[in-house]
Structure formats: C-alpha cells, structure tokens
C-alpha cells in the first residue's frame, strides 16, 4: 500500500534559521506531490505541487521542494524562516492518474520570534 | 469568498445520535472528496465523487457512513448510530479533473 512518512514531527527553530522538512513515500508508478500548510485556526492550504518537469519546484511565502525519484522524496525547504510560518506542514502524493491524497502524518514547525 | 464551504463548523453529538455534514465545492470544480482528520494524523481518505458520481469508498468508511452529491453540486456526509470513535475533523476539498484538491475549513465532530 502506499504510505508517506515525514520524519520530523516536531521543529522548533529561531527566525531567520535554514529550514528542511523531510518527506519520502513507498509508491513505484508516476506521482504527484503536494506540500500543504495548516496556519493555526486556518484550512489546509496549497504551499507548493510538482507533477512533472523541473524537480525543483517554487511555492508561495519563498518555499521550495525538490523532487528527487531515486530517493522517492519531495522535500520542503526556506533559506530563512519567519514567525509567521509557525504552523503545521503535511506532505501529500497521489497516483497520477488518480485522485486521493495519501497524507504524511504532518510536521508541526514553531518559529521562535 | 468563492472557496470551499462547510457546515457546520463545530458538532457535538451524542453517542447513537446520526449527524449530516454540508460540503459546497468551488462552483466549477467536478471533483469533490471527503476526508478524516484525527488529532496528530494526516487526513485519510473516505470518499471521492466526480460530479455525481461516487467512484471510490475507502474501508475507512464503514456502514453508518453514507455520502451524496446529488446534481454533482454539494455533498452531505451522514453519520449514523454516532460512536465515539467517530469524533474527528471532517474535511471536504476539491478539484478539477486530477489537479490540485482544495479544502474547506472543515466540521469538528465530538461524540458524547
């Protein structure tokens, strides 16, 4: 079965520090990938998507993932963190082709002002 | 505010008690999904329509679980005989043909 594991559960960093959230998944066909962010009292929202092409894609608020298919990872990253991304990040991959989301567990990233 | 829709916000219910949920799509999307959220996890999938109809149920979804979209416009959700474990947050999102999934705030269910 298809699965996505984001190892990070919990990342506490200061502003302005490097950010990396780790995402791998267990699926051997072609597949979308999706980064969502969940603002605290907010709805999931869409931060960035790759479904082919350049493996490094752009997101909004200056993140990016690179997809890397050897690897089966898609991994979220910012050069430099801001208060405001406090929230939690989920990663997601569905079958192209098909439709369902499979959801890592989720990230949740506090940012000391 | 054209985005996903969903009503309610907040249930509280009680055990054996059956409780609908209201999802309204981004008008042109043909796509709509239901998810479930439990605390410290990733929304799992339930339920995925395109238009009207329901192609794929996950075995998440039990019996006492029962979603429509009639005229391929919104989608209630129905819970019947409400457990406790059924308490999570509810989530709606949709999409046009296979891009992007967009979700509504969601419906927080809490069984008594």
């Known amino acids: 079965a298809q699965s996505v594991s984001q190892h990070n559960h919990h990342v506490i960093l200061s502003e302005a520090a490097s950010l990396e959230l780790g995402c791998n998944y267990s699926y051997g066909g072609t597949v979308n990938l999706f980064w969502y962010v969940q603002y605290p009292g907010q709805h999931l929202q869409l931060l960035l998507k790759y479904f082919s092409g350049d493996p490094l894609v752009k997101g909004i608020k200056g993140f990016e993932a690179e997809f890397i298919k050897s690897k089966f990872s898609f991994n979220l990253r910012k050069p430099s963190v801001q208060w405001s991304d406090t929230a939690e990040y989920f990663c997601a991959v569905a079958n192209s082709g098909t439709y369902k989301y499979i959801f890592g567990t989720g990230t949740r990233l506090k940012v000391l002002a | 505010d054209t985005g996903v829709s969903q009503d309610p916000r907040h249930k509280i219910t009680k055990r054996g008690q059956n409780v609908t949920f209201r999802c309204d799509p981004i008008s042109e999307h043909n796509r709509l999904y239901w998810y479930r959220q439990t605390l410290g996890q990733g929304p799992e999938f339930l339920t995925y329509?395109?238009?009207?109809?329901?192609?794929?149920k996950s075995r998440l979804l039990s019996d006492r679980f029962s979603a429509e979209r009639p005229k391929g416009s919104f989608s209630t959700l129905e819970i019947q005989r409400t457990e406790q474990g059924d308490s999570a947050m509810y989530l709606c999102?949709?999409?046009?043909?296979?891009?992007?999934?967009?979700f509504g705030p969601g419906t927080r269910l809490l069984v008594l």
């Open positions: 329509f395109q238009n009207e109809a329901q192609l794929e």
């Open positions: 999102a949709s999409g046009q043909n296979q891009e992007t999934q967009y």
